[in-house]
């Protein structure tokens, strides 16, 4: 297993994009909530990504989808993130969701939005998913899906160190330098998202192959 999915993972959470959120939903919350939210995102964050890994694949034989189908089908949901962060949105969910609004309330009222919508779908959503399924199918040995798994390990460690500096980053980086940021990791997944798309592609029709 080759770093490539760590690097599309890295791209489509992109935890730096979201501390402008954090600080938002967190500004009135304690040192010990600000911190408990933290670890409980971050931890959440590798759930999904490890339960995505193990399951994904179980999920989809269940419902009868082939690899290939959902190659192009996550490769779409890949492109349609790159171009939320080409627009310096982030990757899983643009702003005037339901989701960041009913965050904003919890937070409001003291309650924790560490797993929604911090985690579920700002952190980790449908794109993040789509991606660890497809990247579980390619990995042929037991240490491979474990290497994949470890990288579930490093995005949470990503995500609790971007949350824990949020502050700091926020003021070395400002909003245009967390845009820039996002638009260059944007990029790079619209290109991974092509090359997943044009790999399901070549499944279903081999004929594009030649």
């Known amino acids: 297993m080759d770093l490539k999915p760590l690097i599309t993972l ?9 501390v402008p959120f954090f600080i938002h939903y967190t500004q009135d919350f304690s040192l010990e909530q600000r911190r408990n939210t933290v670890w409980v995102s971050s931890f959440s964050a590798f ?3 490890a339960i995505s890994a193990m399951l994904g694949l179980q999920i989809l034989e269940f419902f009868g989808i082939s690899l290939a189908s959902f190659q192009v089908g996550g490769g779409m949901l890949l492109l349609t993130s790159a171009l939320n962060m080409l627009n310096a949105q982030p990757a899983e969910a643009k702003t005037s969701t339901h989701e960041l609004e009913d965050g904003a309330e919890k937070a409001a009222m003291g309650a924790s939005i560490a ?4 985690t579920i779908p700002l952190l980790t959503g449908p794109a993040t998913m ?5 990247y579980a199918d390619k990995a042929k040995t037991v240490l ?3 290497t994949l798994v470890g990288y579930g390990v490093v995005i949470a460690l990503a995500t609790a160190i971007c949350f824990s500096l949020a502050q700091p980053i926020a003021r070395i980086l400002g909003k245009t330098g967390i845009n820039v940021m996002t638009r260059l990791m944007g ?9 997943v798309m044009s790999d399901g592609l070549t499944k279903l029709f081999p004929a594009l192959a030649h």
Do not use: Y
């Open 10 to 18: 890295l791209a489509i959470v992109n935890p730096l994009a979201i």
């Open 187 to 195: 990029l790079i997944l619209a290109a991974l998202a092509v090359e």
């Open 144 to 146: 491979q899906l474990t």
């Open 130 to 134: 789509s991606t660890v399924v497809i």
């Open 115 to 118: 797993v929604v919508p911090l």
């Open 47 to 49: 759930v999904v990504i």
